[in-house]
Nanobody
Framework: QLQLVESGGGLVQPGGSLRLSCAAS????????IGWFRQAPGKEREGISC????????NYADSVKGRFTISRDYTKNTVYLQMNGLKAEDTAVYYC?????????????????WGKGTLVTVSS
């Protein structure tokens, strides 16, 4: 069974950091573009970052640029989202998603596989 499982969410104070993980089972992430999305209460889902199959290309939404970093570990079949300088408006359920693509493609549309999400709450 093909699955993506997010972990690492939790409660953190403003200005703090969290690292989210996205682990795959049933398939290799080596051949996929991975995206991170989030959905805050009452808001539409927002694509915030992606990393290409090769790892060479990354993209970030303006809302997280300079604070979040996406990376991938091929040996662990896992993708990470390091989140620094967290703000209250970063509070959301965070999802990872994957699709099979070429080497340097990094686009958030058309994702095939989705995780169930992990909740991040930024509050004092």
């Amino acid at each position: 069974q093909l699955q993506l499982v997010e972990s690492g969410g939790g409660l953190v104070q403003p200005g703090g950091s969290l690292r989210l993980s996205c682990a795959a089972s049933g398939f290799r992430l080596n051949y996929t573009t991975i995206g991170w999305f989030r959905q805050a209460p009452g808001k539409e889902r927002e694509g915030i970052s992606c990393i290409s199959r090769s790892g060479v290309t990354t993209n970030y939404a303006d809302s997280v640029k300079g604070r979040f970093t996406i990376s991938r570990d091929y040996t662990k079949n896992t993708v990470y989202l390091q989140m620094n300088g967290l703000k209250a408006e970063d509070t959301a359920v965070y999802y990872c998603a994957a699709k099979y693509t070429g080497g340097s493609v990094c686009q958030l549309g058309g994702m095939t596989y989705w995780g169930k999400g992990t909740l991040v709450t930024v509050s004092s």
